[in-house]
């Protein structure tokens, strides 16, 4: 027996759609932080990552603005959106944003563009929030820790910055947004931020329980739309993603969308033993 073109061709094919397995399907434990600085977010860049457009950013006064302009807290015009802040679905469920910084293990090196505008799961596995999760879209990038997962929810209030950028968009004082490094102490507190950010902070003492620091299991989901509506961000491969996590079959290659990666790879092993005794 000889080894034909169309095996190896076979063998080719089986490896791109294993590393699009793998380079697609993220996940692990991750630590939480919060974080409120108002500055534009660093997935709001064009170039970060593979989209159809970078996460919007707005005027002081909450205004879309220009891809282009300068994040506010450089003394540029672009600051965060105020609807890109995190609401509760249910008791269980909230939807949100997050700064996302993932570790060498498991994104191999790559950094933004493996995360921007990607969703994830965070199944939280710390009390008092265990048993509740939130879905998150990457907006941002926490490059302040870089020895684990970590994804810093964005949640008005909840935390100052050494950067004034919240002073800078509203015109009044960085108090308002609380200590550095806690942000607002009461949810009283929530009712001297500027209006467009009030739930939000509320959500934190609600349905977030005013934990600091909870841990979480982390996944990457298909971005639900209501997400990705107040990004304007979606990544160019959340519908290969949404085929692979669907086990929704190609026309092309029926029998491999419904592949787990466990038979792929014992697949792929025997394809590759095949052709190097053939050889
Ligand atoms: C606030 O942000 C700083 C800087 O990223 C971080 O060190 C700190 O742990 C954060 N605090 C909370 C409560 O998340
Ligand atoms: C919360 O909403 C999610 C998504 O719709 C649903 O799967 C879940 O069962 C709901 N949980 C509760 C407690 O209603
Ligand atoms: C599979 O794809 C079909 C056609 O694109 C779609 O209608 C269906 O909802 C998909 N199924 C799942 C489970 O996503």
């Keep these: 027996m000889t080894p034909t073109s169309h095996n190896l061709f076979l063998i080719l094919e089986l490896f791109v759609v294993l590393a699009g397995c793998i380079s697609l399907d993220y996940s692990g434990e991750a630590l939480t932080t919060r974080y409120w600085d108002c500055c534009k977010p660093s997935c709001g860049w064009k170039g970060k990552a593979?989209?159809?457009?970078?996460?919007?950013?707005?005027?002081?006064?909450?205004?879309p603005i220009s891809l282009?302009?300068?994040?506010?807290?450089?003394?540029?015009?672009?600051?965060?959106?105020?609807?890109?802040?995190?609401?509760?679905?249910?008791?269980?469920?909230?939807y949100g944003f997050a700064g996302v910084y993932l570790t060498q293990e498991i994104v191999g090196g790559a950094t933004e563009d493996a995360w921007c505008c990607a969703c994830y799961q965070l199944d939280f596995t710390s009390e008092p929030l265990r048993g509740k999760s939130m879905i998150v879209q990457a907006s941002n990038t926490a490059y302040d820790i870089n020895?684990?997962?970590?994804?810093?929810?964005?949640?008005?209030?909840?935390n100052t910055t050494s950067v004034d950028g919240c002073?800078?968009?509203?015109?009044?004082s960085q108090s308002v947004f609380g200590q550095d490094r806690q942000g607002v102490?009461?949810?009283?507190?929530?009712?001297?931020l500027p209006e467009s950010l009030r739930s939000a902070c509320q959500?934190?003492?609600?349905?977030?329980?005013?934990?600091?620091?909870?841990?979480a299991n982390f996944k990457r989901v298909v971005c639900p739309s209501e997400i990705t509506a107040k990004t304007g961000c979606v990544r160019?491969?959340?519908?290969?993603?949404?085929?692979?996590?669907?086990?929704?079959?190609?026309?092309?290659?029926?029998?491999?969308?419904?592949?787990?990666r466990a038979t792929l790879g014992v697949a792929v092993s025997a394809a590759g033993l095949a052709a190097l005794l053939t050889i």
């Design 50 to 63: 593979s989209v159809n457009n970078p996460v919007g950013s707005c005027t002081a006064d909450e205004k």
């Design 68 to 94: 282009d302009a300068g994040t506010g807290c450089k003394g540029g015009t672009a600051f965060a959106c105020s609807k890109q802040q995190p609401w509760a679905i249910n008791d269980t469920l909230s």
């Design 147 to 158: 020895t684990a997962n970590r994804f810093t929810l964005a949640i008005p209030g909840g």
């Design 167 to 172: 002073a800078t968009q509203y015109g009044i």
């Design 185 to 192: 102490a009461t949810k009283d507190d929530c009712q001297n």
């Design 203 to 215: 959500w934190r003492f609600d349905w977030l329980e005013d934990a600091s620091y909870p841990s």
């Design 236 to 260: 160019n491969d959340d519908s290969t993603f949404a085929e692979q996590t669907s086990g929704n079959a190609t026309q092309a290659k029926p029998s491999l969308a419904h592949m787990t």
